[in-house]
């Protein structure tokens, strides 16, 4: 079986995901990137009964490498971010309820309202530009690799977050600042708010990904 210590991961954050209802029954998936190939969580399998045997792996052209489950629905989801972001290595999309709300605003992101934001997501929250259904899965992953740009997260429209990051427990805690920054905006989002300012989002990005936990000072 490839990849047994990454399956075990990524089976110990999906538990953790669904103790926080981030995940609800079987709506969230994750998946981490290793080389070339891309362990997914399968799809329509309950989390506390998901052995490790039940994840598949596919290549990044999306054929199946190894596994007897169907993968995850929104496996293009995975992929199409995958193709486009060298530096993502784990994804994780979530039913976060904060975050499915602001889904359905008439707003085109969220704003970069605090200091997690800016280093964790690297600014502001896009959201994709239209609704897609469920069935066309490769439709969303575009639309979800063209929202998500250089940021480490963005919202489908009226469905929910899609976080990224380094390694998985990166992309969980991007979850949940996702989930949080929401939750602050549903608060404010009457109210005139103030930005970071750009030059600062950029320099606390880079402090973040390149010095943070380097520094001396």
């Keep these: 079986m490839l990849y047994a210590e990454a399956r075990q991961e990524i089976l110990n954050i999906c538990r953790d995901m669904v103790k926080e209802k981030y995940f609800l029954g079987t709506w969230g ?3 981490m990137r290793i080389g070339d190939h891309i362990i997914l969580t399968p799809s329509k ?12 792996i596919l290549s990044l052209d999306g054929n199946v490498v190894e596994g007897n489950r169907t993968p995850t629905s929104e496996k293009e989801v995975h992929r199409q971010i995958y193709l486009v972001r060298d530096d993502v290595k784990a994804i994780i999309h979530a039913h976060t309820p904060k975050a499915m709300a602001v889904s359905t605003l008439p707003v085109s ?13 690297g600014g502001r929250i896009p959201l994709t530009r ?13 639309a979800a690799a063209e929202g998500i740009g250089d940021k480490s997260g963005v919202i489908l429209r009226n469905h ?5 990051g380094r390694d998985l427990r990166e992309a969980a805690l991007s979850v949940e600042v996702i989930e949080k ?37």
């Design 29 to 31: 998936n994750v998946s």
């Design 45 to 56: 399998v309950e989390y506390d009964a998901m052995k490790l045997e039940d994840f598949v």
């Design 109 to 121: 992101a969220v704003p970069c309202m605090v200091e997690e934001m800016s280093q964790l997501l």
């Design 130 to 142: 239209q609704y897609i259904c469920a069935e066309k899965h490769i439709e969303l992953g575009h």
């Design 160 to 164: 929910g977050p899609v976080a990224c």
């Design 181 to 217: 920054a929401c939750a602050i905006y549903l608060d404010v989002n009457n109210r005139v708010i103030k930005e970071i300012p750009a030059k600062f989002v950029e320099s606390e990005r880079y402090r973040f990904l390149y010095k943070y936990g380097h520094e001396n000072t």
